[in-house]
């Protein structure tokens, strides 16, 4: 299972921390945050292939965004900094166990999910 963490209210141009820990062995090629913003489709945001450690943004938070995992392997975290209001939605971290050559961007590829942590930016 996925737990992520990490949310909160900041204000616009803060930063913030998500973390989304594994509580077990799940073999993964990829990882990812999603988010989803009320009244909206739930859309990519990250993604790290776990053995490469390769990355992918969308567009909207490259250089502001940074997606990393630590040596234990089992956690990851997306550091967000200068956070605009558009920021604000339910962040979902997910596992793609399935192999892959590329980093998935659809939701649909991935297998596992975590239960979302809020994240609010205020103006």
């Known amino acids: 299972q996925l737990q992520a963490s990490g949310g909160g209210l900041v204000q616009a141009g803060g930063s913030l921390r998500l973390s989304c820990a594994a509580s077990?062995?799940?073999?993964?090629?990829?990882r990812g945050w999603f988010r989803q913003a009320p009244g909206k489709e739930r859309e990519f945001v990250a993604a790290?292939?776990?053995?490469?450690?390769?990355?992918s943004y969308t567009d909207s938070v490259k250089g502001r965004f940074t997606i990393f995992r630590d040596n234990v392997q089992r956690t990851m975290y997306l550091r967000m900094n200068s956070l605009k209001l558009e920021d604000t939605a339910v962040y979902y971290c997910?596992?793609?166990?399935?192999?892959?050559?590329?980093?998935?961007?659809?939701?649909?590829?991935?297998?596992?999910w975590g239960q979302g942590t809020q994240v609010t930016v205020s103006s």
């Open positions: 997910a596992v793609r166990t399935k192999a892959t050559s590329d980093i998935p961007t659809s939701p649909v590829e991935y297998d596992y």
């Open positions: 790290i292939r776990w053995s490469e450690l390769t990355t």
């Open positions: 077990g062995r799940i073999g993964s090629y990829v």
